[in-house]
């Protein structure tokens, strides 16, 4: 029990965020290309309980990547739905890129800063958390970039993939989205192994990359929650 909570304490902030983030951001641009749908919804908005998913909260904590309740979209009302998709889909991967970025920059600043302060002094006590959170936030966003990034509908990589294709190509693709789902979780819990080998290495190229020499404190953190 104890562990539990001290894996809420580094998870849940950063996992809101990365995952809200990401949803509000395909609202977004949607909204900006024409489908006012999210809008209506009430959907385009940072207040994290309107987004959740209780299954993907709940996988956030058990497999350490989760999903919030993808912001409805309607490409029928796209001006150009087939080229605006991209860009709908390509929102949210972004968006995690965007904050693993913000979050390395941060962690890096904030450790910097704190280089000379005695490890028993009550402020170390402050900033230990907060670096873990910025560590965690990194890997979680890198995690949902990359993972979404595969061309499998209704992945984000998959809806850019069919804005992509030639139209025949475009419509055998799009076919596969009501099933896309169900394989990845399957692959996820039953075959972890896959799913470390398929992403693990551009995860980790990009933790290295982005967080440079404090890379270790995002694995440290990484191996504290397992």
Request: with cysteine; net charge positive; hydrophobic share 55%.
């Amino acid at each position: 029990m104890e562990q539990f909570f001290f894996n809420l304490s580094i998870m849940l902030v950063p996992g809101l965020m990365a995952i809200t983030c990401h949803e509000v951001s395909h609202g977004y641009i949607a909204d900006k290309f024409g489908d006012n749908t999210a809008r209506s919804m009430g959907r385009l908005t940072l207040n994290p309980i309107k987004h959740i998913d209780p299954i993907g909260l709940l996988m956030l904590f058990i497999v350490k990547i989760g999903w919030a309740k993808p912001v409805p979209v309607n490409f029928n009302n796209l001006r150009h739905p087939k080229r605006d998709m991209i860009w709908v889909a390509a929102a949210g991967p972004i968006t995690n890129f965007g904050l693993a970025l913000l979050s390395a920059l941060a962690m890096r600043l904030l450790v910097h800063a704190s280089a000379g302060i005695p490890l028993d002094s009550p402020l170390t006590a402050v900033v230990r958390p907060v670096v873990w959170n910025l560590a965690f936030s990194i890997y979680i966003n890198l995690i949902l970039a990359i993972f979404n990034l595969i061309p499998l509908p209704p992945l984000d990589g998959g809806r850019v993939a069919v804005g992509l294709l030639p139209m025949r190509l475009s419509l055998l693709l799009s076919k596969v989205e009501p099933f896309g789902m169900i394989v990845i979780i399957l692959v996820v819990v039953l075959i972890p192994r896959a799913f470390s080998f398929l992403i693990g290495p551009p995860v980790y190229f990009a933790i290295h990359l982005l967080a440079g020499p404090q890379s270790n404190l995002v694995f440290e953190v990484i191996n504290l929650i397992t």
